[in-house]
């Protein structure tokens, strides 16, 4: 069936360093993924989107890039500050209009 | 303008019981999806309402039912808790005609004991 891998599932990065987080999808059909930051208590926050017809897609600090031919996206944070700490989720949308959740990435960042 | 709004916040209950949880879409939202997240995993998706009807439906046994009312706003049931069904329960809402917007709620945390 549909799903998605995510990579690493924890991730420790010194405050001030870049972080990338890794998915892939199974759906070929898939165009559309978000990603979401979920924080202690809360629900999932939409951080970033990008579209199938997009290579990559920028917005302050936050990056993701989609390689649609290998079925890779992936999360990129520049400068990582300490508010940044939390778990990402990335997603694809199926032909349902169902958004298909990986595991999570929990970001750790170190002072 | 207030988001996606869910109620209660945490609940418990004892095996066999039934819970019934509420959310109130994002103002200008119509359509409402609701989810299950276990604990250190992504959210599952349970169903999704539209127009007052069922639209599409997650690998979810039918204990799991819900409802749409007018107002779009919307409750999702779940009967014969198990303890597996101990949960964080999610609600998004969007607009049918952009199905790419969700907005979640908070979350509702079920305890089953």
């Known amino acids: 069936g549909e799903n998605v891998e995510q990579h690493p599932s924890t991730l420790s990065v010194q405050e001030g360093d870049s972080a990338v987080i890794k998915c892939t999808y199974s759906d070929s059909a898939s165009n559309y993924f978000p990603w979401y930051k979920q924080e202690l208590g809360k629900g999932p926050q939409l951080i970033i989107d990008i579209r199938s017809n997009v290579g990559e897609k920028k917005d302050q600090r936050i990056a993701v890039t989609l390689n649609k031919t290998a079925k890779h996206f992936s999360l990129h944070i520049t400068e990582t500050q300490p508010e940044d700490s939390a778990v990402y989720f990335c997603a694809a949308i199926n032909s349902n209009y169902q958004l298909i959740w990986g595991a999570g990435t929990k970001l750790i960042i170190k002072p | 303008d207030a988001g996606v709004t869910q109620s209660p916040t945490h609940l418990i209950k004892t095996r066999g019981q039934q819970v019934t949880l509420r959310c109130s879409p994002k103002?200008?939202?119509?359509?409402v999806s609701w989810y299950q997240q276990a604990l250190g995993q992504g959210p599952q998706f349970i169903f999704q309402?539209?127009?007052?009807?069922?639209?599409q439906r997650g690998n979810f046994p039918d204990r799991f039912s819900g409802h749409q009312f007018p107002n779009y706003s919307s409750e999702l049931n779940v009967n014969a808790l198990l303890l597996g069904d101990s949960a964080l329960y999610l609600c998004?809402?969007?607009?049918?005609?952009?199905?790419?917007?969700?907005?979640f709620g908070s979350g509702t945390r079920l305890t089953v004991v």
């Open positions: 998004a809402s969007s607009l049918e005609t952009g199905h790419y917007g969700y907005t």
């Open positions: 309402y539209y127009e007052e009807e069922e639209r």
């Open positions: 103002s200008g939202h119509d359509t």
